[in-house]
Nanobody
Framework: QVQLVESGGGLVQAGGSLTLSCTAS????????VGWFRQAPGKDRELVAVMTSSGSADYGGSVKGRFSISRDNAKNTVSLQMNNLKPEDTSVYYC??????WGQGTQVTVSA
């Protein structure tokens, strides 16, 4: 049974930074892609960032240049460094260990 535990959400002012972390149990982390998604009230869940097992990363258009995804396979952990945060980044952020293991979500709120 694979479980993902997220941490690092919170309240920050616009222009500030936060780092989210997600740690997985089990032994499939290193061989699968990982990603971060977010969902704001009334909106669809959207891709924020994804990283393949080999370390290639891709980002949603609205966060390119501000967010950075990284992974530590030795610790079964994926992180999301978020810089220059904007009020429109306010969402619940979820990590995903492909193909279908989701974290419980962590709230990020950015005040103007």
């Amino acid at each position: 049974q694979v479980q993902l535990v997220e941490s690092g959400g919170g309240l920050v002012q616009a222009g500030g930074s936060l780092t989210l972390s997600c740690t997985a149990s089990g032994n499939i982390f290193s061989i699968n892609a990982v990603g971060w998604f977010r969902q704001a009230p009334g909106k669809d869940r959207e891709l924020v960032a994804v990283m393949t097992s080999s370390g290639s990363a891709d980002y949603g258009g609205s966060v390119k240049g501000r967010f950075s995804i990284s992974r530590d396979n030795a610790k079964n952990t994926v992180s999301l460094q978020m810089n220059n945060l904007k009020p429109e980044d306010t969402s619940v952020y979820y990590c995903l260990l492909y193909p279908h293991y989701w974290g419980q979500g962590t709230q990020v709120t950015v005040s103007a």
